[in-house]
């Protein structure tokens, strides 16, 4: 079992910056991919970016490439979503989930995951 907890959300001013965490425990996720999803008010959830377990591959939406920014620490079983030049479309409920199988590329689609945290509010203001 992976419990995730995600923090960081919050109200923002429009061109503002958040950085998002998802800390995870009952096991190391050092070894899987982790992504980040959103749920706007009456809109289906969608993918925001995802991260291989080394680090080494990223996978991002396109409205958010260029502003937000993935990344992990595996020594604390943490990964991180940094947002930058943040916009009101760009709010929602921001999740993160954890996908233990054997896949070397970080997923983009809900069913790639396994594990779900319970989600952190992000709201920006105009």
């Known amino acids: 079992q992976v419990q995730l907890v995600e923090s960081g959300g919050g109200l923002v001013q429009a061109g503002g910056s958040l950085r998002l965490s998802c800390a995870a425990s009952?096991?190391?996720?050092?070894?899987?991919?982790m992504g980040w999803f959103r749920q706007a008010p009456g809109k289906e959830r969608e993918f925001v970016a995802a991260i291989s377990g080394s680090g080494v591959y990223t996978k991002y939406e396109d409205s958010v490439k260029g502003r937000f920014t993935i990344s992990r620490d595996n020594a604390k079983n943490t990964v991180y979503l940094q947002m930058n030049s943040l916009k009101p479309e760009d709010t929602a409920f921001y999740y993160c989930?954890?996908?233990?199988?054997?896949?070397?590329?970080?997923?983009?689609?809900?069913?790639?995951?396994?594990?779900w945290g319970q989600g952190t509010q992000v709201t920006v203001s105009s």
């Open positions: 009952g096991r190391s996720v050092s070894s899987y991919s």
């Open positions: 989930a954890a996908d233990i199988s054997s896949r070397t590329l970080p997923g983009i689609r809900e069913g790639d995951y396994m594990y």
